[in-house]
């Protein structure tokens, strides 16, 4: 499970996250690639657009579930909040 004290800076403020546990594989970014993407120079991935839609919403679901090493989490505040 995601830990919200272990957030990335990178990700922007709203419900999903991911934590410094992420291992860089890829997964979410192919799931859900409108709302996560990768820190190059680190070798991480984070949140940088929170879903707008019921597409998106589901697709970063999808990815915090499928997640490997459950980096990605839900914090539980409303879209955009």
Do not use: W
Request: proline share 5%; net charge negative.
């Amino acid at each position: 499970m995601a830990d919200l004290t272990q957030r990335v800076p990178e990700n922007v403020r709203g419900r999903y996250y991911v934590d410094a546990t992420c291992i860089d594989c890829d997964l979410c970014r192919e799931t859900a690639p409108l709302n996560f993407t990768r820190k190059e120079a680190d070798g991480y991935s984070y949140v940088f657009h929170q879903p707008e839609d019921a597409a998106q919403e589901a697709a970063c679901l999808a990815a915090l579930e499928e997640c490997p090493v459950e980096a990605i989490g839900d914090d539980g505040t409303a879209i955009g909040g």
